[in-house]
């Protein structure tokens, strides 16, 4: 999963990034000026945090599900309304910032710090002609990006483009767990206990395609907030990226990317609700067999 989040990485270049006219042409330009190994930078950080980040995602909107269950009902294991399951969404979505806010900047600047930079960015109009792209090195890796972030621009600096998070992923899990319970209903053949791998696996996928998709204005908000920072300061908050990219590229920029994020969202999604279930079961079953 991580690989695979890594491996569209060029969606942080389209968003963020100026000089692509498209996703081929961002292909194109990434592996001919860094190799194949352009396509996984700033992996590691993720590859390292992906297993606690999902653990708490997913602990978090289980957990909350139950205990509302038990407050409202007087069972942990009711049924959940959809009131329950957007207000379970919602708090992981709060609670997931904490987590992925740090990991995500960390990653967008190892990305961008190798961004061919037009001379344009830098207002200097006469000689981008001659020279071209510049290209700087910011940071030599996750744990020197995080100090020196820390060091530059304190604890507010690692939660840059929080806000952008919050408003990307509180809905954005609503439209994530809602569509998975309701579809992974829907798809189970009725007098099954639970649902099948299959099932899982497919509606785990929808729910993915559909939250990822909808959730791409913000997450191109977001992208450019987080990259700013790492030679420039353009942008003043929320309000004044939207207007800036508005402004400069028209109401189509904050669907930048849309295609990638559906792409990516399924097998991802798909791969990590059959992992979480599957898990369940699992541990289920060892709680069933030690207390009979």
């Known amino acids: 999963v991580p690989l695979l989040r890594n491996y569209f990485f060029t969606l942080t270049r389209l968003q963020a990034g100026q000089g692509y006219g498209s996703m081929f042409n961002c292909v194109l330009t990434v592996y001919r000026n860094e190799n194949v190994a352009g396509f996984f930078k700033g992996m590691s950080f993720p590859l390292a945090s992906i297993a606690v980040y999902s653990s708490v995602v997913f602990g978090v909107f289980s957990n909350t599900q139950r205990l509302i269950g038990q407050h409202r009902y007087g069972d942990s294991n009711h049924a959940p309304a959809l009131s329950d399951l957007a207000v379970a969404s919602m708090v992981a979505g709060i609670v997931s910032v904490g987590i992925g806010g740090p990991?995500?900047?960390?990653?967008?600047?190892?990305?961008?710090?190798t961004q061919p930079f037009i001379e344009e960015n830098f207002q200097l109009h006469e000689a981008q002609t001659t020279v071209g792209f510049v290209e700087q090195i910011a940071y030599r890796g996750?744990?020197?990006?995080?100090?020196?972030?820390?060091?530059?621009?304190?604890?507010?600096g690692v939660y840059r483009g929080a806000g952008a998070i919050i408003l990307r992923d509180v809905p954005g899990y609503c439209l994530y767990f809602i569509p998975y319970t309701f579809l992974c209903g829907w798809i189970t053949p009725e007098g099954c206990l639970s649902p099948s791998p299959y099932s899982v696996w497919m509606a785990g996928g929808i729910a993915g395609a559909i939250s990822w998709g909808t959730a791409t204005p913000m997450d191109v908000v977001k992208s450019r907030l987080q990259a700013d920072g790492v030679y420039l300061n353009k942008y003043k908050g929320?309000?004044?990226?939207?207007?800036?990219?508005?402004?400069?590229?028209?109401?189509?920029?904050?669907?930048?990317?849309?295609?990638?994020?559906?792409v990516r969202g399924f097998p991802m999604s798909a791969a990590?609700?059959?992992?979480?279930?599957?898990?369940?079961?699992a541990i289920r079953g060892n709680q069933a067999e030690t207390n009979p």
């Open 103 to 113: 990991v995500d900047l960390v990653k967008i600047r190892l990305q961008m710090q």
């Open 142 to 156: 996750p744990v020197h990006c995080v100090s020196t972030i820390l060091r530059q621009e304190g604890l507010a």
């Open 238 to 262: 929320i309000v004044d990226c939207i207007a800036q990219s508005y402004q400069s590229e028209g109401f189509k920029v904050f669907f930048r990317g849309i295609t990638v994020n559906v």
């Open 272 to 281: 990590m609700f059959l992992g979480y279930e599957l898990s369940l079961k």
